[in-house]
């Protein structure tokens, strides 16, 4: 099995349930506050581990309680987390998460230690050590970048999950190998407005001729589709009853780079990611959703 390394955030996240998401200006009544460990990073890396990947993680926490829960959540699912550092001077990500009755979430970062990771903190031992780097925006957009330099150096895959979403210059393109946005991060990424498929293809297609190798675009419930130069794949997504779509794109990540670890084609890896990914929104919260090998071979009757 190929080993994979994530370089990306760790937040406790603060959950409250409501009827409707506030409009702006309105005051709503939520319930209660619950704290779940999260961060797209974490949420990857815990999405592998579970599934039983060798996956490590590279990111920072404060000197603060969550930045221990965080961790210790991160080893009990199987990840290795000596590429953690605990911050002296900032408290550990947080990000506020309103989930509605529809089970769609809006949410807020506050990315605390996360901002802090440092050049210094990529060790060139653990990409050295690695065969895909998987990151996100979670992180400053440098240390993203000089980690898929080292990586691109070593003949590594680089993996980006352009979230939240931010315009990428054309340095960061020649950096990618694999690009998985979802809708809204490939309009932002484009400047293409998207209004249905045909928008979807033309905005991967122009990510392929500006120099990444693969996209593949999330869909929520509509699935996913990849593209590379000489194939287009579209995967369906599964029908299930959506209790929570917190960790969605995380757990579809996850349960991809863990396939394609496992030296799956990229059609069955997709479509495992969208087991993984169907499985997820089907609990409550974002690690604490996530689904093991073995729940997805019964759910599925693989
Ligand atoms: O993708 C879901 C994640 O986004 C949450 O866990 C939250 O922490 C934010 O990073």
């Known amino acids: 099995?190929?080993?994979?390394?994530?370089?990306?955030?760790?937040?406790?996240?603060?959950?409250?349930?409501?009827?409707?998401?506030?409009?702006?200006?309105?005051t709503t009544i939520g319930g209660?506050?619950?704290?779940?460990?999260?961060?797209?990073?974490?949420?990857?890396?815990?999405a592998m581990a579970r599934l039983g990947a060798d996956v490590s993680m590279i990111g920072r926490v404060g000197k603060d309680e969550y930045g221990d829960i965080l961790i210790d959540t991160l080893k009990e699912f199987g990840a290795k987390t000596d590429g953690i550092k605990k911050d002296e001077k900032v408290d550990t990500g947080l990000a506020f998460i309103m989930v509605n009755a529809d089970g769609d979430n809006s949410i807020v970062v506050i990315p605390g230690a996360n901002f802090s990771l440092v050049k210094e903190d990529i060790s060139r031992d653990m990409v050295e050590e690695c065969d895909f780097v998987v990151a996100q925006f979670e992180t400053p957009l440098e240390i993203v970048k000089e980690v898929f330099r080292i990586s691109k150096e070593l003949g590594k895959k680089n993996v980006?999950?352009?979230?939240p979403a931010k315009e990428i210059d054309d340095e960061m393109i020649s950096l990618v190998d694999i690009l998985v946005p979802n809708e809204t991060e490939l309009e932002i990424l484009t400047a293409i407005k998207i209004n249905g498929m045909d928008d979807i293809d033309r905005g991967a297609k122009a990510l392929l001729d500006k120099g990444v190798e693969e996209v593949i675009v999330t869909l929520g419930k509509d699935g996913s589709k990849y593209y590379s130069k000489d194939k287009t794949i579209k995967v369906d997504g599964k029908v299930v009853k959506a209790v929570d779509t917190t960790a969605a794109g995380d757990s579809?990540?996850?349960?991809?780079?863990?396939?394609?670890?496992?030296?799956?084609?990229?059609?069955?890896a997709m479509n495992y990611a969208t087991m993984v990914s169907a499985l997820t929104v089907t609990k409550k919260g974002a690690q604490s959703s996530l689904p093991s090998a073995k729940e997805i071979k019964d759910y599925f009757n693989l």
Not at 33 to 46: H, L, M, R, S
Not at 160 to 163: F, G, I, Y
């Open 1 to 26: 099995m190929k080993k994979i390394l994530v370089v990306g955030s760790l937040n406790m996240d603060l959950v409250t349930e409501l009827n409707r998401t506030p409009k702006v200006g309105e």
């Open 32 to 46: 209660n506050i619950v704290k779940i460990p999260g961060g797209k990073g974490a949420n990857q890396c815990a």
């Open 160 to 163: 980006l999950n352009p979230a």
């Open 252 to 268: 579809y990540i996850g349960g991809l780079i863990y396939s394609l670890s496992k030296g799956m084609e990229i059609e069955e």
